[in-house]
């Protein structure tokens, strides 16, 4: 990233401003880049442990399979799901609430005596499959973050602040080199003055 500058002091106070922002918004940066590298394992640990939790639910409830044909698929539908916001390291992510339910009422005496307990299976089941979906989205949310910052911390300390101090290194070295030249041709024209009021004094 080419960085705009013009050889005056303006720009000179301009990109001294620019630097002083990055080299201060650095450490900050680098900070959180770190906190939300740590979040994101958290996020992917408790990820990868709800998956193992509903697989493991799945499997215990695999002797009953035969007798989700006798259930009706209808008898209990999820009506809403309560989502809250967090924040983990300043980002904002989701957080399962509730889960409400709507259950078709149904008689008791009729239908077979585990109905009670296969909806007390579904919601533990649903439950874990939404934990599980709500914690892909929240490692989602972190790592997009995590590479943002880290975009950020990169194009700061290996672009901009370098491209900053080379330009103000450059303003510096032509002023500099103004000034002498400035110098150089004031003393010429002195020396100049000086000669010809000595070839006056001669006449």
Not at 82 to 87: A, E, F, N, Q, R
């Amino acid at each position: 990233m080419a960085i705009k500058f013009q050889y005056n002091k303006t720009s000179l106070t301009n990109l001294g401003k620019q630097l002083k922002i990055r080299k201060n918004a650095l450490p900050t940066l680098k900070s959180k880049e770190a906190a939300l590298r740590i979040s994101v394992q958290i996020a992917k640990a408790s990820s990868e442990q709800y998956k193992k939790d509903l697989e493991a639910k799945m499997k215990e409830y695999d002797c009953l399979a035969s007798l989700w044909n006798e259930f009706e698929p209808d008898l209990i539908t999820i009506r809403d799901v309560d989502l809250s916001m967090g924040k983990v390291d300043g980002v904002k992510v989701p957080i399962l609430d509730e889960i409400h339910y709507e259950l078709k009422p149904f008689n008791a005496f009729v239908k077979p005596a585990w109905y009670a307990n296969g909806v007390r299976i579904l919601k533990e089941l649903t439950f874990l499959g939404l934990k599980s979906e709500v914690a892909e989205e929240r490692l989602r949310i972190l790592e997009y973050n995590r590479k943002k910052t880290t975009q950020k911390v990169n194009l700061y300390e290996k672009v901009q602040i370098p491209g900053f101090q080379e330009a103000i290194l450059k303003i510096k070295r032509y002023m500099e080199d103004e000034e002498n030249l400035s110098k150089a041709s004031s003393k010429i024209v002195k020396n100049r003055h000086a000669l010809e009021e000595e070839e006056e004094d001669l006449i």
